[in-house]
């Protein structure tokens, strides 16, 4: 089993950050939404240096959604920034008429995903918002997984001309993928190759996923990692290339088993090559107050919940 | 730019267009769409610079959007009749394969359409948003919006024009089609937007004008005036008085004809209403 250093501890909202603000000095078509949680998605240092290129709409994410749209005819490619729950379930129609069906080139960008969000609670804990946002044609679906993929995402979606939701979270995480590395939309990551099963992991989990390489590597299994940082357009021969080797598969995500990565995964792999799959995502519930760290725990997204579903997962093979 | 008597010869014909194409299909939203065809008119024939060689990012010069798409069928007419595509195209209307969709949409790629409505409310915040784009790209020119007066009773409308007013953008004319009708009866009886909508709107920043947007005198009068009062820190906001199914007879004054088409006899007696000026398609 490879292993990763950890570079630091990190908030992959603060990636998002860091590459507007990047944005901000590469491409002047870029500009930049935000309904009252500046701080929230690190939007300052846009801001500072573009203001002109800022537009504050209050607490009126609906509204952002219908200006986003209009702001792309003239050429601009806006970048909306507020809670995952405020980007997605509170503004489904906006962004279905005004941005999908419309073909608009804006930038969904949704910070305090999931169950990591922690004490603020349910109401706040979006774990649908990848299902809501993978059903819309035209929408592309990204989930980075630490600091340095959210900024390179950032960056990359500005290169992309179209909808795309990207998804990033609260809390400090390790960061480990290469400072340098690419972000190309739709191509997943090889992180270890393995034979004995296929753990494809999303975001927050892929670290987790690593934690559970090197425990199923002391056990004697061999397990292959990729991280699928892209959900829509999924990684199908990369994934159909993965399980025709291991045999099985187990699946990653801060999100419901309903509409997340791991049901796009079992619907390619039914009607491609059916084969046994084990989830780890929370089972049609809605989250609670607690520490991030907590609640991942209660609701069994760790390391040690991939390890069982991948021994589970092989022992389907038989 | 046509004058006034050209401007009533292509009302008249767009208005035939209309109740063409509904009955066509026995569908489609034949009330609203007589009702606005006098001020549509205006806006693609005399009011808006624009241009029919369609560019979506309509640089240097006017943007029109419908926020009440169900009124579709009078906005293809402006289209088709002002050059932006065959006007034999109308008879594609609501069938399947065509461009000219129920409601307005982009994904057929019709020359003339940079938004899709139809879910309503949302119009405004879309043109707010192309009108921000116009001042970011040092283009003079405006945005137009027409809005319904039902559609008013949706919340993001609200968003929209708070937004507007705290972000001065004065580059914006937004039009509501005050019928007093929506598909469950009036407006006032199904939920009171009030009567004092301008009072609402004052109170919300926007400066008010009103027009009769059957009478070519006043929507040109009015429009100028609009025109003439952009750049000055404010959105403005015109109350259009109208009457749904205008000037058929027997489709006026109710809220019957907001989504019915005529059938053969309804549509006989309606078009023999309107003189057939510029050739049906």
């Known amino acids: 089993m490879k292993t990763f250093e950890i570079q630091n501890i990190k908030d992959t909202r603060s990636g998002f950050g860091e590459g507007l603000h990047e944005l901000g000095k590469q491409n002047e078509r870029v500009v930049a939404l ?25 607490i009126a994410e609906a509204n952002m959604m219908g200006v986003a749209a209009g702001l792309t005819i003239g050429g601009h490619i806006p970048f909306t920034g507020t809670f995952a ?21 804006v930038k969904i960008c949704a910070s305090h995903a999931g169950l990591t969000l922690g004490e603020d609670g349910a109401t706040h804990q979006i774990l649908e918002d990848i299902g809501l946002m993978k059903m819309l044609p035209n929408m592309v679906v990204i989930n980075p997984c630490d600091f340095n993929q959210t900024k390179a995402a950032t960056m990359a979606i500005a290169d992309y001309e179209g909808p795309v939701y990207l998804r990033f979270g609260r809390p400090a995480v390790p960061n480990f993928t290469p400072v340098d590395q690419k972000f190309e939309i739709g191509k997943a990551l090889m992180l270890n190759e393995g034979t004995d099963v296929s753990i494809f992991a999303t975001g927050h989990l892929v670290w987790k996923a690593i934690e559970a ?85 209660k609701y069994g997204l760790t390391a040690n919940a991939i390890v069982e579903k991948a021994l589970k997962v092989i022992a389907r093979k038989k | 730019m046509a004058n006034i008597e050209q401007l009533q010869a292509i009302s008249s014909q767009m208005r035939r267009d209309v109740l063409r194409m509904v009955h066509a299909v026995k569908s489609g939203h034949p009330g609203g769409s007589l009702g606005c065809a006098d001020f549509l008119a205006a806006l693609y024939f005399h009011i808006m610079k624009h241009n029919p060689s369609f560019d979506m990012d309509a640089k240097e010069e006017d943007v029109f959007f419908l926020s009440n798409g169900h009124i579709s069928p009078i906005f293809y007419s402006a289209l088709a009749r002002s050059g932006y595509f065959e006007v ?23 020359p003339g359409i940079r938004m899709a409505s139809g879910s309503l409310g949302q119009g405004v915040s879309v043109a707010a948003g192309a009108a921000l784009a116009k001042k970011l790209n040092g283009d003079k020119n405006l945005v137009y919006v027409l809005m319904g007066d039902g559609e008013i009773q949706e919340g993001q409308n609200w968003e929209a024009f708070m937004f507007a007013t705290h972000h001065k953008v004065d580059n914006l004319i937004v039009t509501i089609d005050f019928n007093g009708q929506q598909i469950d ?16 709107m004052k109170a919300f920043g926007w400066k008010v004008l009103h027009m009769d947007g059957h009478n070519f005198e006043s929507i040109l009068a009015t429009m100028e005036e609009a025109k003439n009062a952009t750049g000055k820190g404010q959105p403005i906001f015109i109350m259009m008085k109208t009457e749904m199914g205008y000037p058929v007879d027997f ?18 007696n309606a078009l023999s209403q309107l003189p057939e000026t510029l050739g049906d398609y």
């Open chain 1, 85 to 105: 729950n405020f980007s997605t379930g509170r503004v489904y129609d906006q962004i279905r008429q005004s941005i999908a069906y419309s073909n608009k080139n």
């Open chain 1, 213 to 297: 390489g090197h425990i199923l590597a002391e056990k004697g299994i061999n397990a292959e990692i990729i991280n699928i940082h892209t959900i829509k357009p999924l990684d199908a021969s990369a994934i159909l290339a993965s399980v025709a080797k291991t045999g099985c598969a187990v699946t990653a995500e801060e999100h419901q088993m309903n509409g997340g990565l791991g049901d796009s995964i079992c619907q390619l792999l039914a009607i491609n090559n059916p084969t046994p799959v084990e989830m780890v995502a929370v089972n049609d519930s809605f989250g609670e107050s607690g520490t991030p760290d907590q609640l991942m725990e």
């Open chain 2, 251 to 268: 489709m006026m004054g109710s809220h019957k004809w907001h989504g019915v088409a005529p059938n053969d006899a309804e549509l006989a």
């Open chain 1, 34 to 58: 935000c309904a009252d949680l500046i701080g929230s998605l690190k939007m300052d240092a846009f801001i500072k240096d573009n203001p002109n290129r800022f537009f504050q709409v209050g």
């Open chain 2, 185 to 200: 009866g009036s407006t006032q009886k199904v939920m009171g937007i009030g009567a004092d909508i301008e009072d609402k």
């Open chain 2, 88 to 110: 034999s195209e109308l008879s594609t209307f609501r069938k399947l394969n065509s461009r000219l969709q129920g409601h307005p949409a982009t994904a057929e790629h019709l």
